[in-house]
């Protein structure tokens, strides 16, 4: 191994210098011998001894083991009791929902190493150090007082590599229609907001009802993902190219904003359009009082016909269906400019570090640094290479028989030389801080993620989704869909990193805006509800004035400040990476 090869190096050198070097910087080196390594995980849903075909591939590449203690197993004081005892484990696996305040109690109680030290990381990790830099740049930045390095983020790509818009095969927000119903219309034109009212009307005149007999609507809403607005009033802005923050949205890509309650926004627009599909008997009348979990209920049986949100497609399309010839799919907009979330160059706050206390830290950053090469993301997502899968003449990745089997079926039965047991089993539970598996990989030019390659997309594609695939420029996903019709921006806003100080909002700017957001769900679900045009803007003016009384414009300008923050942090990652 290279650690073999490293100390002899390093020894000849020693001998040649004359000079001795702590014990401590060689004692790690010094054996290859079986290593069961100790992750502590606040990502995992499992604990104990990985087995099957991973366990298989990393004992016969690296011999070793992972014995994985999840944080949820003995409730949330597992962190707690971990740090008092002064061993968090050998690889270390902290989770965003904690905002990092757990990676830096760890660093502070001396439980974290620092991977820059003593070269290990350019040593032992050089495709880390070569193709992740602005990774190593946030850590250093974030924790590391611009030198040492005590965690590596998640989601990242290779700064090397162009920025992709990372969606998989569908992009979250979306116009997501049953596609046999508008293709039976004739593929009527839809150009805004407001063209899918008579489409939506036209689709339900077809199928009013299910295969069960009972109502089926336009669109189906819920109340319960509620915050600083009516949350179903704002999923439009993400298929118009804007991101929210509170009040204000960003640009894409542009540095201009737009305000939730200025004359005639996406918002106000609608909250239109639901009041005009309830007037029609269109709107699902228990989306006041319902929940995301009823009205997927509703979208796996047949009762919904539109969505904004792409988990309907998955809820409605089974596989009866689809040979059905019925499918919900990506419908065209044609003024649509989806908001195209990239990969983040700097990572993502769920990282993995290695404890101060483990036994082979240079063994340790050499499985890091393989899972953040192509080679291990292949096969960590994928399964064993020539076993699952394997690269035809062409260089495309494909799957084995043995793949086909396990791609239909997780509970397939793994052959005993292949480590056994099921591949649901064998497949990764401990190892979940990894380079974003949606992107292109530079070695291959196809995607990690086998639901991207081509010879998984094209099998068995149903007749419903070849006449949509047709229709969308040949398209095999629903992003791609979009790229092919100029319908997508590619932004960089979720990715960003700044060094700036957080802006924060005080006490009292707090109140007002808790105080604004109850007026303005409130209202927003009477209009919606209205009983004709009239009362729909008396409750519209009512709604804006008084949120301006309680202070909405002084929580708009808050808003405004974060945003051009974004955009600054934006300008500086667009020159870093030279894109």
């Known amino acids: 191994m290279k650690t073999k090869k490293y100390l002899s190096l390093l020894m000849a050198l020693v001998m040649a210098l004359g000079v001795m070097l702590p014990v401590t910087s060689l004692a790690s080196t010094a054996t290859d011998e079986y290593w069961e390594i100790q992750i502590y995980s606040e990502l995992a849903n499992y604990s104990g001894l990985q087995t099957g075909w991973l366990a298989k591939l990393l004992k016969d590449k690296f011999n070793v083991g992972f014995n994985i203690i999840s944080s949820t197993e003995g409730g949330s004081d597992r962190f707690a009791t971990q740090m008092i005892s002064g061993e968090l484990g050998d ?5 965003e929902n904690n905002s990092q305040e757990h990676l830096q109690k760890a660093i502070d109680a001396g439980l974290i190493l620092d991977m820059a030290a003593d070269g290990l990381l350019d040593t032992y990790a050089p495709n880390i150090a070569e193709n992740y830099p602005l990774v190593l740049y946030r850590a250093r930045q974030q924790f590391g007082d611009g030198e040492k390095v005590y965690a590596i983020g998640a989601q990242a790509v290779p700064t090397t590599q162009k920025l992709e818009i990372d969606g998989g095969t569908d992009s979250w927000w979306g116009p997501y229609g049953r596609w046999d119903l508008y293709a039976q219309l004739g593929y009527p034109e839809i150009n805004d907001i407001e063209d899918l009212v008579p489409v939506l009307q036209a689709m339900h005149d077809l199928e009013p009802v299910n295969a069960d007999g009972e109502s089926v609507y336009a669109m189906s809403l819920w109340k319960d993902w509620d915050g600083s607005n009516m949350m179903a009033g704002s999923a439009f802005y993400a298929i118009f190219g804007w991101d929210a923050y509170q009040y204000v949205f960003a640009h894409a890509t542009e540095d201009k904003t737009v305000e939730l309650l200025e004359d005639n926004s996406i918002y106000l627009r609608t909250l239109k359009l639901y009041y005009d599909l309830n007037q029609l008997g269109l709107l699902d009348p228990d989306s006041i009082t319902q929940t995301f979990s009823e009205v997927t209920t509703k979208e796996q049986t047949g009762r919904v016909l539109f969505s904004w949100f792409n988990p309907i497609k998955t809820n409605f399309n089974t596989q009866e269906r689809l040979s059905e010839g019925k499918a919900m799919l990506l419908l065209p907009m ?3 400019t989806n908001y195209g979330y990239t990969a983040k160059p ?20 050499e499985i890091i640094n393989w899972v953040f090469s192509d080679e291990g993301m292949m096969e960590l997502y994928n399964g064993p290479k020539d076993v699952i899968w394997t690269y035809n003449e062409a260089g495309e990745p494909v799957f084995t028989e043995l793949g086909w089997a396990t791609y239909y079926d997780q509970m397939y039965e793994m052959p005993q030389e292949f480590g056994g047991g099921t591949f649901f089993e064998g497949s990764n539970k401990g190892f979940y801080t990894t380079p974003n598996e949606n992107f292109t990989l530079a070695s291959t030019g ?15 594609m149903a007749p419903i989704v070849k006449d949509w695939s047709d229709h969308m420029g040949g398209a095999l996903t629903s992003i791609q869909a979009l790229q092919n019709r100029g319908n997508i921006l590619t932004t960089v806003n979720q990715a960003v990193f700044s060094t700036e100080p957080a802006i924060m909002m005080d006490e009292m700017l707090q109140q007002k805006f808790n105080q604004i957001g109850t007026v303005i769900v409130q ?9 004709d045009d009239a009362e729909f803007n008396m409750l519209q003016a009512e709604m804006i004035e008084k949120a301006k009384g309680l202070g909405y414009d002084e929580v708009v300008a808050y808003d405004h400040l974060l945003v051009e923050q974004v955009y600054r942090a934006r300008k500086e990652m667009l020159e870093q990476i030279g894109d």
Not at 91 to 95: D, E, G, I, N, T
Not at 446 to 460: A, E, F, G, Q
Request: glycine share 4%.
């Open 91 to 95: 690889l270390v696996f902290l989770s």
């Open 334 to 336: 044609t003024t649509q």
């Open 346 to 365: 700097y990572g993502y706050p769920r990282t993995v570090s290695i404890g101060a206390n483990c036994k082979y830290p240079e063994r340790a950053m």
């Open 446 to 460: 196809y995607p990690t993620i086998h639901r991207l390659w081509p010879s998984v997309l094209n099998k068995d």
């Open 523 to 531: 209202y927003s679900w009477k209009m919606v509800y209205a009983a």
